[in-house]
């Protein structure tokens, strides 16, 4: 049985980031606010991102520099990114007494390193200002007349409610993990809206591999590798890209930033046909260099056999898939035994770890998933939605790609802010 209609100045649909952050700003304002979110607790994927340390942004001041890795909508983002950047979200969780650091690559952190203080902190801030806060509330239906949002219809364990307010602000997060709740229920009712919305692929994801060898590493890393992906075209192999960063192997396949921010363009590839690639453990270093390393390695440890001094030549961790790699020499031969053509063999394999891609990790394992709204369709300094005046749209449901290290979180919070302080 339906409740009678509760009526609000602003109803925001998510508890992620982005909706955390809206609600919060509008309620600052003085609206009545209420939030709905249909998992039990707020910020479920806000909990486990940056493997539960909270990559809260990435430390680029300059917005210049910024906006371009966002690519095609680096254009749309100069607004709002000028209305609350990446000063500003330091600011904001330092005055809530919730301080950042910086680490590699500019990806700033919680100083406590946990997520869920990051979470903590902004329900203390909707707090503040009254937010009305329901979970456990599932939307089953928007409400709509002429191009306007009237209401939306809410089912909990224990009834069916309608609630009413004057704006809307939809962040209910696109398909990456879904087991928090990111289950795309936004992009269905923003194509009943009227919007163009792209469906969703896995973008940050790792890569699905069926290597014997790198299996075996399964939490262990290359810290400085370089990776390089070929196509086979017929019997030959067509050289594609390569790119140096951290390599992490998984039980699955390969992981890591480098890998997450290359998934798109070896999805590409795999359009084209079979796509392997292979590992170079010791870019820094020519076939000469790195003969000269294991040499040493060899003359230093004569009377042990190979099994026992691949540990002292390998990246750490990597001498059991090595083992599995060198078929040309037995493990169980004294190193003073190699000749100088089996060293050789053992060279070319640290430079040309060899890889097969099977495929892309699905939306499970995925940082971020693109597709969503085209964002023509969004007023730029609002976050208004050009088809439904009454709706602003934020966080991953408008189509904007972007690399790991913090952009997704900062474009949350910016969208978020902007949202809160239009709706």
Known sequence: METPATEYDLIVIGGGASGMMAAGVAAARGLHVLLLEKNKTLGEKLKISGGGR?????????????????????????????KFGVKDTFDFFEKRKLPLVVQKQNRA???????????????????????????????????????????????????????????????????????????????????????????????????????PWSRILSG??????????????????????SEKGKILFTHFGLSGPLILNLASKVSDLLQEGKVVAS????PSLDIGALDAKVLKAFDDSKNKMLKNVLRDFVP??????????????????????????????????????????????????????????????IDTKTMRSKVCPNLFITGDLLDINRPSGGYSLQLCWTTGFVAGSNA
């Open 54 to 82: 909270c990559n809260i942004t990435n430390a680029t001041y300059d917005i210049r520099t910024l906006l371009p890795k966002y690519g095609d909508a680096e254009q749309f983002l100069f607004s709002p990114f000028s």
């Open 220 to 241: 262990n890393s290359i810290a400085e590798g370089k990776i390089t992906f070929f196509v086979e075209q017929g019997e030959k192999l067509q050289k594609k890209f």
């Open 279 to 282: 590992i170079d453990a010791f």
């Open 316 to 377: 750490e961790g990597m001498a059991p898939g090595m083992a599995l790699l060198i078929t040309s020499t037995n493990l169980e031969t004294k190193v003073n035994s190699i000749t100088k053509e089996e060293r050789r063999k053992i060279v070319d394999i640290l430079k040309a770890l060899p890889v097969t891609v099977t495929g892309l990790m699905g939306y499970n394992r995925a940082i971020v998933a693109d597709g969503g709204v085209d964002i023509s369709e």
């Open 109 to 211: 952190f919680p100083h406590t390193e946990k997520a869920l203080d990051v979470v903590q902190s902004l329900l203390a801030y909707m707090q503040e200002g009254k937010v009305d806060i329901k979970t456990g509330s599932t939307v089953q239906k928007i409400l709509t007349e002429k191009n306007q949002i009237t209401g939306v219809v809410v089912k909990t364990k224990t009834a069916v409610e309608t609630y009413n307010a004057k704006n809307y602000i939809l962040a209910t997060g696109g398909v990456s993990h879904p087991e928090t709740g990111s289950t795309g229920d936004g992009f269905g009712w923003l194509r009943d809206l009227g919007h163009s919305v792209k469906t969703p692929t896995p973008n940050l994801v790792p890569l699905a591999t069926n290597d």
